[in-house]
C-alpha cells in the first residue's frame, strides 16, 4: 500500500482515470469508512466531516495510488492521519498509552492467544449489543483502532502496520493487550450470560484497567 506522496499535480492519471479509480475503487468503502471513522470520534457530525476530508485528500493525492492494489487499506491510512493530525486535537480523547511498558510486558512472540478476546469469535458474536459497543469505545483510541482494524475490518497484520506506521511485533502486542482489556471489560457481562469466568477472572486479577 502507497501513501500519499506524489502532488495533486503529477501528470500521472488523465482526469478520466481519476473518476474512474475514485467511483469504483474509493466509492464502494465509503460505509466501511464511516463506520471506521464514527468509531473514532464517536460523534456522527465529526465521523461525516472526517469521511469526506479524507475523501477529498484521496481524490487530491489520488496518483500516488496504484491501481488495483488495497484501496480499502490506502484510505483508511488516510483517515487515520486526518484523525491523527486535525480531529483528534479537537476532542477529549483518553491519553495516549505508554506503548513500550506494554511491548515490554506483552512480548509478542510470547502471545497467548486464548488468554484474549476476538471479537470475530463465535462466543463474541453472541455477545455484541451496547455492552460489547459500550466495552470497546470505553478503550483508549490507541487500543479501540486496533482492535477495529483487525477484528471488524479484517486486515492483517501487515496492512495494519502499514495503516499505523509501526513494526508488526508491534501490531501483534498492542492488538494481544487491547484484547485482554476488552476481555476485563467484558467479564461482568459474559458471566451474567452464563459463560464461566472464574480462570479469566484470577488471571486478569493483576492487570490494571
Known sequence: MNTPSHTEDSPRYSEGEKSKIF????????????NFAYKLVLDEDDAKDLVQDTYLKAFRFINSFE???NAKAWLFKILK???INEFRKKSKQPAKVDYQEVEQTYNSDSVDEDFTVDLRSETVQELIGDEVTNALNSLSV?????????DLEGFTYEEMAKILDIPIGTVRSRLHRARFILRQKLLLYAKN????TSKTAEEGAEVEL
Open 193 to 196: 450470560m452464563g459463560y464461566d
Open 81 to 83: 492521519n486526518s484523525f
Open 67 to 69: 491501481k488495483g492494489t
Open 23 to 34: 467511483n469504483e475503487e474509493f466509492m464502494p468503502h465509503i460505509t466501511a469508512m464511516y
Open 142 to 150: 490507541e487500543f479501540r483502532t486496533i482492535i477495529i482494524l483487525c
